[in-house]
Structure formats: C-alpha cells, structure tokens
C-alpha cells in the first residue's frame, strides 16, 4: 500500500517531530514519489509534487538548477500568489538560478571566507562565553532563548547591523519563518526604545495581524514593510558612512537598491532562523542522548564532528523546492516540464544507503555527508560560520554548567519548512 504523505505537508505534524518513520517507509519505496497537497490555512490545496526522499536524488536535483529550476516559480512548495509577487521574489538570491545567482554569490564569497571567519571566531567565543555566564547562577535558563542571541550579534557584526536593532532580525524571522506558528506570526521583541531612529521608522510600519492573528503573505513587499524599509534606510546610511562590514561592501561593488534590500532579507531571515534552530535542536538531541553527551563533557575533541552529527539528525531546514524545467527522469520515475520537486533533506539525512545505523545519534561518526546544508550552486555560503557558533556555544555550556538536564517539555514550531524550537528549559 503507498504511504500516505499528506502528513509530511501538515504543520502540526512537526510540533511532535519529524515523521521519519513514514520517510523510511518513502524511502523504501521509491527515491521519488508523488506527494499530495493539502490545504494548509491560509493556503489552499495544491496540485501535489514529487517528493525528493533518498540521498543521492537530493543531490542531483541540488546539482542541476538547469533541470530543476529556484527561479521558475521559486523555493517554497506553494506558489506565489501572482505573477508581480513572483517577479518580486525572483530578485532574491535564495530563488535565482546561475548566472545570476552567481553573481550575487560571488559578491558574498569574501564574508564568508574560513579566513575571514577566523578573525571573527574570538568574537564568536567571547559572545558564546558571556551569554552562558549570563546565567550560570540562575541554575535553569531557556535554551532556545539564550541560543537566540548569538547568531543575532554575529550577523549584526558582519552585516554592520547597529547592534541596538539587532532584535528586529530576530522579529523579522520569526514572523516569515513562523508564518505557520500563531506565537511566531505576533512576535515583537524589538523594543523603540533603545534603538536607532532608522529602526523606529521600521517598527512604525510593521502590519497588525487580521482577526484570526495571521499577517499578510511574508514572501511579499507588502507584507514586510518595516523591513524594506529599514533595508532602504540602511543602505542610504552605507553610502553616507561606509563601514567595514557585508553591507558597505555590497553597496561599493554596484549592488542595485532591489537586490539590496531582498539581500537584507535574506541576511536577517535564513542568515539567522537555520542556527537559531540548530542550536536548541543540537542540545535537545544531547539531552535525548545522554551517553553520547557525557563524551563530549569527557572529550572536547569530538565537538566537531558532534555539531556535524547534530546537523544530520536535527536537519534545521526540512526540505527545498525547485521545478522542472524540462520533462526529465530521477530516480527512474519520469517527470514532465512545470511538475514541482521537493527534496526532503529530513529523509537524505537518514538514507539508510549514505548513513550506516541512521537513527542512531553518534558523536564519534565519522563519514557524515549530510544535507543540512544544502548542495551545489545553492550550498549555504554561511555554513562554516554556522559550525563556529555552534562549537562556541556547546563549548561554553560545557566548560561553565558541564551537563545540564531537561527542566521541562521541548517546544517545537508549528512548520513544515524549519524543524524549529520555540522553547527549550534546561537546568543544572
């Protein structure tokens, strides 16, 4: 009998985990296989797609934006809602296709050098450090929370973000990201007070949530206007007083207004949610795996490959979309020109073919070609930063409050894109 898909498209499915036993049960069935629609509020139902579930079929399509197309009809599984909302997300990298997503790439490459990231990295650690010693004598914090906070002021020091408006970041994602999740839609912990006047010009035009507290589409202009304004304003502020940061950069090298501000977005979106997520989801797989964290209290030397083996179970963004552009066939099931794909990185991460024994966390794995990333053109240019944070927070948690203990229940994001935390006590 098919395995029924429409759950893997359901949000509330993911506020008890992923489902990886109905991906296995994908898995063993096909590497493709068509996948229903259903209606998820305020989107209606959908045609359906092919679902993208084994390794080696996600890196193909990941590979080949020739064949399987962001810039078609964008990444995310429902359309946009016209044709000037879809013009209007075609100017994001995230949805472009080489060359022009090469170009604009290839305007980032030097941020995000292991170089330049080297000289950030005492930073990184001292940031990690603080926020930890923050609330060491508290004996319990809210892990999600404090996580939160490090990825805000790292992009805020490359981006050359006023340090002051960094929360905005923290807003902005919550409310595209957790579009899904009534908390995340409403959230607003970016205060006036305290920040720059550019970024009080911003808050004044966020939009109110209608009667059932949901906001406009966030995909869209009109839906984010507080942020493309404070995008506008920010860019004008980097003209007059140029800095030594991304932004400044962007600008000096021709960078147009449109990219500029749909870079921003960029930046303060899927620059800040994938580690915000990866973070709380690495320590709740620590907690779940208590002998596989008491060796990394024992032995600091296996962190690196435990934040590997954390991203691989974890998997903070769940799947991608492209669209063919060409009828073609993977993963021998044919697939006619215009049909969406979506590749499942949830599944590839557990494929049975790539990783020996996958639903066992293992801090001492050593082969681990996970998928968390992305691959190909699209391969997250922020990955190395990423795994620099991660190892600065785990190190400090472990050096500061060694092993700590669930302290209450996990609560996860209502979303079928982020495999998100929302809430994450701890004690110790």
Not at 324 to 348: H, M, P, Y
Not at 374 to 389: N, T
Request: glycine share 6%.
């Amino acid at each position: 009998m098919p395995t029924d898909t429409a759950v893997l498209v359901n949000p509330d499915t993911y506020l008890t985990g992923v489902p990886h036993d109905v991906f296995a049960r994908l898995r063993a069935e096909a590497a493709v296989v068509w996948m229903a629609e259903p209606a998820v509020p305020p989107w209606p139902e959908g045609p359906g797609f092919w679902g993208v579930v084994r390794h080696a079929e996600i890196k193909q399509v990941m590979r080949d934006p020739a064949t399987f197309s962001s810039y078609a009809r964008a990444t995310q599984i429902v359309d946009p809602p016209d044709d000037v909302a879809l013009a209007f997300v075609r100017q994001m990298m995230l949805n472009q296709d080489p060359p022009a997503h090469s170009r604009l790439r290839k305007m980032l490459t030097r941020a995000f050098t292991p170089k330049a990231i080297a000289r950030l990295e005492d930073r990184i650690t001292g940031w990690a450090n603080e926020l930890v010693d923050r609330v060491a004598d508290d004996g319990r914090c809210d892990f999600a929370e404090l996580a939160a906070d490090l990825p805000l002021r790292t992009l805020a020091e490359i981006f050359g973000v006023p340090h002051e408006d960094r929360w905005l970041m923290y807003d902005w994602s919550n409310r595209v990201i957790g579009y899904q999740d009534r908390e995340y839609a409403v959230s607003a912990k970016a205060s006036a007070e305290g920040s720059t006047e550019m970024a009080r010009r911003a808050m004044a035009l966020r939009p109110e949530p209608d009667e059932h507290g949901l906001l406009p589409d966030q995909r869209t202009r009109e839906g984010m206007p507080d942020l493309y304004a404070y995008a506008h304003d920010l860019a004008e502020h980097k003209r007059r007083v140029p800095g030594d940061d991304v932004l400044t950069n962007l600008v000096a090298e021709g960078i147009t207004t449109g990219e500029f501000e749909n870079m921003f977005w960029l930046f303060s979106v899927a620059g800040n949610e994938t580690l915000r997520n990866a973070l709380p989801g690495g320590m709740h797989t620590l907690l779940s795996h208590v002998d596989e964290y008491r060796k990394l209290v024992r032995d600091r030397a296996l962190l690196p490959g435990a934040v590997e083996e954390m991203l691989r179970w974890w998997s903070p963004v769940m799947r991608f979309r492209r669209t063919a552009t060409t009828d073609t066939v993977l993963g021998g099931q044919e697939i006619r020109a215009g049909d969406k794909v979506v590749v499942w990185f949830s599944s590839g991460n557990r494929d049975e073919r790539v990783f020996p024994d996958p639903d066992t966390f293992d801090v001492t794995r050593t082969q681990n070609d996970h998928l968390s990333f992305g691959h190909g053109p699209h391969y997250c240019i922020g990955a190395h930063l990423a795994k620099v944070q991660m190892r600065a927070l785990f190190t400090a948690v472990i050096d500061r409050l060694g092993e700590v203990e669930p302290a209450g229940e996990v609560v996860r994001l209502r979303s079928n894109f982020q495999h998100g935390v929302k809430h994450l006590p701890i004690a110790w």
